[in-house]
């Protein structure tokens, strides 16, 4: 096996996402981009997106790492339309994409275009929430997109396994249809109510982070093949185990904490930089095969499927916002009245990604009579300018588009009130703990033992208070912020000490591990305070 391909891979996208940092371009778009650009370079290996590696391989830890960094809660509480969108919008723009491609495309089965409209119809909101992140969308519009993507992949993949067996000739019917999608979306949640506590049993339980972290990775791949293994959702068994493992990440110890969020930060960072490039890589493989339908035609069908694929979120999406208002008193007493703009951003937010890609390559090159799947070739390619023209068009004027509608975002001040609110809550419980274990004389402790310890509380209570007040007019920070700094510079002469002790042998390599392990949990400490 040539290892090659796959390093140059991974050592290329990481490095154009870490251009990307800084420029004003969402990464994603940029690495589509290269991968568009690198794709005609001679001597660049060919590289096909193969659907058996990346359904079960690439998506369930790219599901894992983002639903366990949603909120449970905050999903709870925009359940209606994160449902609307993530199953009933994937429904809707199955049926209307492939009706208009049916229409459009002379000679495409209804049946084969139907296996597009289902290929197309689930957004992948990883450009989407990364874009909402960085221009301060309000936290319900960046809630409804997370929970969207979390979802819709299992909608879209069961819609086509239907849309597929009726196209190959296996005689699909609308009962035997609604009959696979529930048993994937009841089977896939069962699997994964099954799985999740005594996986968080586990994790809890095992006392090495190392062991922890390793039960961590394996995770998604285990709660995936085992609902796959049933014919249900694997896609849903993921996200309900993730949700509660991080809606419990509490009770796991703060070392695993720490080691799990550095190392899902590095896998995430890995394969959707990788992914984002391969979807640009792949534009010699569906160019490949077009035949009857190379040029303007094709062309053509692009576009119209393109405009199809914007125009039916929008159908969708503002009766879906509207519509439970004005029958439902409950709703209107219970939610703030929604203006015309978020719903636009919801709607143009509508970007397809990898998942589409994956699902059409996995189209089956036959049917069982043996006659070649009808349009197989146009489906994969319209797949493609549907993924490329909705990261490139709606990607670019997406944050435009936030800043001229000009949203209210995220409210810092009362973010930081409540913070400090919180904190001082919390110290006044530690206070009371620490002054209830100091009366018991077997907790004796010196006095400035003492004092340090309440210290720290002290604070730890006034760090976030500060950060409300004034700032140094020399420097911009604030108390706080300049006491951090100075806490990292004393940490910085330490561990430059205990290197130079290591290189006069005074101290050996095992004992300065030791000591640096200790700064940097110190440091790390000191930049989750800050972040």
Known sequence: MDVMPLLLLVAGSAAVA???????????LLLVAAGLVVSYVPGVPGYTLDPDVVLP???????????TDSSYLDLRAQLRPVALLSVGYVLFATVVVGWAAYQIVPGLPLTAALVLGAVVAP?????????????GLPSRVTTILQGESLVN?????????????????????????????????????????????????????LKEALLQNTLSLLIPFVAY?????VHASGVLAVVVVALYLGHRSWEVDFATRLQEEAVWKMVAFVLESAVFALIGLQLPVVLKGLGAYEGGRAAWYAIAVFLVVVASRFIWVYPATFLPRIFSARIRGREENPTWKAPFVIGWAGMRGVVSLAIAFSIPEHMHNGEPFPGRNLILFLTFTTVIGTLVFQGVTLPPLIRLLKLPGRDVQAQTLAEANAQAQASRVAEQRLNELLADGSNALPPPLADRLRDVLERRRNAVWERLGQVNPTTGESVDDTYRRLSREMISAERAMFVRLRDGRYIDDEMLRTLLRRLDLEEAAAYREAA
Do not use: C, K, N
């Not at 251009?19 to 994603?28: E, I, K, L, W």
């Not at 391989?57 to 639903?67: E, G, I, N």
């Not at 093949?225 to 293994?229: F, H, K, N, P, S």
């Open 18 to 28: 870490a251009a990307a940092r800084r420029t004003p371009v969402p990464a994603p």
């Open 57 to 67: 391989l690439v998506l369930p830890p790219l599901l894992y790492t983002s639903a």
């Open 123 to 135: 957004p992948d909101a990883v450009a989407a929430t990364a874009v909402a992140r960085r221009v």
């Open 153 to 205: 992949d299992a909608t879209a993949i069961t819609a086509y396994r239907v849309a597929v067996a009726a196209a190959v000739g296996e005689g699909a019917t609308w009962a035997g249809g609604i009959g696979e999608f529930l048993l994937a979306a009841v089977g896939g949640v069962g699997i994964g109510l099954i799985l999740m506590v005594p996986i968080h049993w586990l994790r809890t339980h």
């Open 225 to 229: 093949a085992a609902a796959e293994q």
